[in-house]
C-alpha cells in the first residue's frame, strides 16, 4: 500500500539528485557524450561545450572512450571535429566502428571525404545516402 513502484531518479528527490549530478552513469564518458550530442542538437550550446570540455580534460589524464568524444562532437555545429576522434576507435580495432553505416548519429558527417575515406579503409561499402 502506497509503495512507490517508480525508479528513484524519477521520484522528485530523484530529480534532485539526478539535477546535482547524481544521475546513474552521469560521470560515464558516454553517458556525458551523449548528453553533449543531445544539448547541442537542442541549442544549448554552452552546456553542451562545458560538456565536452570536462571529457577533453579527463581524456588528458584517464581513458575516455573516443567514441563518448565523438558523440559529444556529432552534434555541434562543427561535426567534422567528431572524425579526429572516430578515427581512433578504428585505429584501434574497437567493434564500435562497424556502427558507421548504419547509426544515424554520423549522418552530420556521412558526405565528407574524410568519413568515407574512413569507411573505404574498413572494407565497409561505401553509400550516397546523407550527401549533400
Partial sequence: ?????????????????????????????????????ALARAGRDDEAASIRASLEARAQHEYVSPVALATAWLGTPEPERALEWIEQPYAHRRGWVVYLNVNPFFDPVRHTERFQSLVRRMGLPVSDAGAA
Avoid: K
Avoid at 17 to 35: D, S, V
Fill in 1 to 37: 500500500a502506497g509503495h512507490d513502484a517508480r525508479p528513484r531518479w524519477a521520484s522528485a528527490g530523484g530529480r534532485r539528485h539526478a539535477a546535482r549530478g547524481g544521475l546513474p552513469g552521469r560521470r560515464w564518458p558516454f553517458t556525458q557524450g551523449t548528453l553533449a550530442y
